[in-house]
């Protein structure tokens, strides 16, 4: 069967699925599903938000019987324009065949325009007419629509574009229907900002209604957490203070901050990466079993983590700035913006007292990638004398080359009884041949438009992630810490090293685990 074919086939038995089902707020996933891209003449929307819906859109999921996207924003722009704004970036130019192409043709005639202000009613009540008249047009179901508003926007305009959703946007239909916002990070800059921002959103809609976006979330091997930690007995018993020595969550990019150098130098590395991906990583890897699967229940663990997060001690906090950051014309002179730390972070409840878990996110280093690395105690009583080839290590790469893999030390095979380090390697590429990983951003679309919130950040997490993080800001913003300055392409400041090394992590020497080819 041709690719198209199958595709064609895919769609109509997922639409006709779609139509029993009922999401987890118990409403009907059916019905005219209007997508609003608020900021469409952005960065993220071209590079990730109509991407991950064209992605969606080719598997099935958007069915074009039931779904118009609309773009927003204030650049005067026809529909064409933004069509061939974004359609190089939906499909991979060395996939691009003609059936392809033929694919994203159809997907863009799905998309209409909209040109308005994030605070003038005119421009709302204009998109308000448009997405009603396609909803009048769908005589699917009667009455019911689903409104999906995705702020790809900065978060100062958040207030001002809730309000005018609220005032002129919603879904009108009274047989059922639902009006859900995405709303991207940064949420706020430090506790008050998050608060003051939560309250005037919150205000305007139910926490139901709100999905504050992580994407880190959406990572194929931050889900697999839950089901590594509470489907394998092997972990159960190990997962501990008893047992674990440290745990590093690291995010390492080798590249600088091109061209968002004016964003970045008002947020600087924690704000953008450490308070929100690595620490959402963090509660996973952390919390408790959860009663069950509902989002709910898993919110609820995080929270518990995160509230039990001791105050961060300055001595346990490296700061760092690549040379060269400051050339950018919008980043100011005098800077201290880090854009490379590693902050120590010690919870403190029964499973986790003692344990270190070092938190690592630095840009321009010397490579790129993301992982959760578990190191474990030495086995006591060393027998093989072979404790200093290197400790246990459970190490979970979430970037490139997802992969799973356990550092053991084995026998080294042959007549001498000596022993050096392997792994246990569970390569995605390798094991799972043909499969394609889907970008975090489609699953997480594809979760607000079912209802499940079970990834996304509920307010109360929020505050708990500000409240550990804000003192610190605080005193970098004060400039009572300092950022250490260290050439791009190299691994940081080599203090972050020795703080690693003060906090009880041991390097293998010797031995490094190469991604397998196929
Ligand atoms: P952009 O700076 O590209 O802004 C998006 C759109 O918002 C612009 O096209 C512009 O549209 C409008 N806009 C820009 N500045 C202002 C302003 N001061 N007041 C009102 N409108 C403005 O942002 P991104 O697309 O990069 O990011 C959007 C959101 O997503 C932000 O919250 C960002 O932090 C977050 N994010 C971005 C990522 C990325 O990779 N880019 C990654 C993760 C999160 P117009 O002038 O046409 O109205
Ligand atoms: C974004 C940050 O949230 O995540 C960027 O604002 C960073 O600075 C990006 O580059 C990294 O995302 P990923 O998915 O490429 O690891």
């Not at 065949?97 to 043709?105: A, C, Q």
């Not at 020595?245 to 130098?265: A, C």
Request: with cysteine; glycine share 6%; proline share 5%.
């Amino acid at each position: 069967m041709a690719s198209g074919e199958w595709h064609m086939e895919k769609r109509s038995s997922i639409r006709n699925e779609s139509f029993d089902r009922v999401d987890s707020e118990g409403s009907l996933e059916c019905g005219c599903l209007s997508i609003i891209v608020l900021g469409a003449s952005g960065d993220l929307a071209k590079k990730k938000t109509f991407p991950a819906l064209y992605n969606l859109y080719h598997q099935g999921f958007l069915p074009p019987s039931e779904v118009r996207i609309f773009g927003y924003a204030r650049s005067k722009m026809t529909d064409d324009d933004l069509k061939d704004r974004i359609r190089g970036y939906l499909v991979p130019s060395k996939n691009a065949t003609p059936e392809l192409l033929e694919d994203v043709s159809t997907f863009l005639r799905l998309i209409k325009y909209v040109s308005g202000s994030y605070d003038a009613e005119e421009g709302f009540q204009l998109l308000d007419e448009e997405i009603t008249k396609y909803e009048r047009e769908q005589n699917t179901h009667e009455g019911v629509s689903r409104r999906l508003f995705y702020l790809a926007l900065p978060p100062s305009v958040y207030p001002s574009v809730c309000r005018m959703i609220r005032l002129h946007c919603m879904n009108k239909s009274k047989t059922g229907g639902w009006t859900r916002i995405v709303v991207e990070k940064p949420f706020g800059r430090d506790l008050q900002s998050a608060e003051q921002l939560s309250s005037q959103i919150g205000e305007l809609f139910d926490e139901s209604q709100i999905y504050r976006i992580d994407h880190y979330l959406g990572k194929e091997l931050v889900q697999n957490l839950l089901v590594m930690r509470f489907a394998n007995r092997f972990f159960v018993p190990l997962w501990n203070r008893d047992n674990i020595d440290n745990v590093q969550i690291v995010f390492r990019e080798d590249f600088g901050t091109e061209g968002r150098g004016g964003y970045f130098d008002q947020y600087g590395i924690i704000r953008d990466i450490i308070q929100n991906h690595l620490l959402q990583v963090l509660c996973l890897v952390a919390m408790e079993k959860p009663v069950s699967l509902k989002p709910e229940h898993i919110r609820d663990e995080k929270v518990k983590v995160l509230q039990a997060v001791d105050q961060i001690n300055d001595e346990e906090v490296v700061l760092g700035q690549y040379e060269g950051y400051k050339d950018d014309p919008t980043v100011p002179n005098n800077s201290n913006t880090p854009t490379f730390a590693t902050v120590i972070l010690r919870i403190n409840n029964e499973r986790w007292e003692g344990v270190p878990f070092i938190l690592k996110a630095g840009k321009a280093l010397n490579s790129r990638k993301a992982e959760i690395r578990i190191q474990f105690k030495e086995v006591p009583g060393d027998i093989f004398r072979c404790k200093k080839q290197g400790r246990n290590e459970f190490v979970m790469r979430l970037q490139p080359s997802e992969a799973l893999y356990m550092k053991l030390t084995v026998k080294q095979p042959g007549l001498e009884m000596s022993t050096v380090q392997s792994e246990l390697d569970l390569s995605y590429r390798q094991r799972y041949q043909g499969v394609v990983i889907p970008e975090a951003y489609e699953r997480l679309i594809l979760d607000t438009v079912r209802g499940d919130q079970q990834h996304f950040v509920r307010r109360d997490e929020l505050k708990a992630a500000w409240e550990i993080f804000t003192p610190l800001l605080h005193r970098i913003d004060d400039g009572h810490l300092k950022s250490i300055p260290y050439k791009p392409g190299t691994r940081g400041p080599a203090e972050a090293d020795t703080l690693l090394e003060k906090a009880g992590y041991v390097q293998t020497h010797g031995y490094i685990w190469v991604p397998p080819t196929l």
